[in-house]
């Protein structure tokens, strides 16, 4: 009698056991993390954005200042925001270990600010900024506006698409196996790439130089 009911409550114990192994597995993630922050800055300062997967948007407005809204995904550590002079920088901070999702960020600089993003995956996004830009993700597409300040844009696989204003400038492109694509760009021109493909439709060119090892290039405008 006594080793049945051992037996019995061996058996409950690991019933439950198991559901409640199964109730912990089944528990949600952390839900992402609304961001809406802004901090005063300078009309032509440094803006530096650094984020590894997921999107950066940034956008040039006439305020002095830097906002930000978007989201952190599901295990992200915090989103680091800083001004310090001029020089303003935001990071999204990963753990070192363990799963984490991609975090999606839009954020407004002033218009006169020069911009350094970076990212592994992230897609890079940017609009109406007038300062310089250096813009480089591993994987992530790019696409930019460019006016009277130069531009450096890189990424391995993903693909570069620049508009320019018909401003004499230097842009400077590079892919390994992504697409370029330069639309309106004057000044000086420097795009090349591996194997993708390289199409220019410009405005009147000072200097060019493009080259890719096995791509296609199309060159639609006129050298000073």
Known sequence: MNAFI???CCRRSTCWAALLSLLLVNQPAVAETTIDER????????????????SVEVTGWEEDQVAITGTLGRGVERLDFSVDGDQTRIEVIYPQTGRSEGSDLQIRIPA???????????????????GRQRLNSVSGDISSEVFDSDLE??????SLD?????????????????????IAVSGELEAGSVSGRIEVD?????????????????????LA
């Open 112 to 130: 006169g600010s020069s911009l350094d993003v970076r990212t592994v995956s992230a897609s890079i996004n940017a609009a109406d900024v007038t």
């Open 153 to 158: 844009a890189e990424t391995v696989s993903g």
């Open 6 to 8: 051992q037996l019995a």
């Open 39 to 54: 901090q005063d800055a300078a009309a032509e300062g440094h803006v530096e954005v650094i984020n590894i997967s997921g």
């Open 162 to 182: 620049v508009s320019g204003a018909a401003q004499p400038t230097v842009v400077a492109l590079k892919t390994v196996s992504g697409k370029i694509e330069a």
């Open 202 to 222: 410009a405005g009147m060119l000072d200097r060019a130089r493009l080259g890719t090892t096995s791509g296609r290039i199309t060159l639609d405008g006129g």
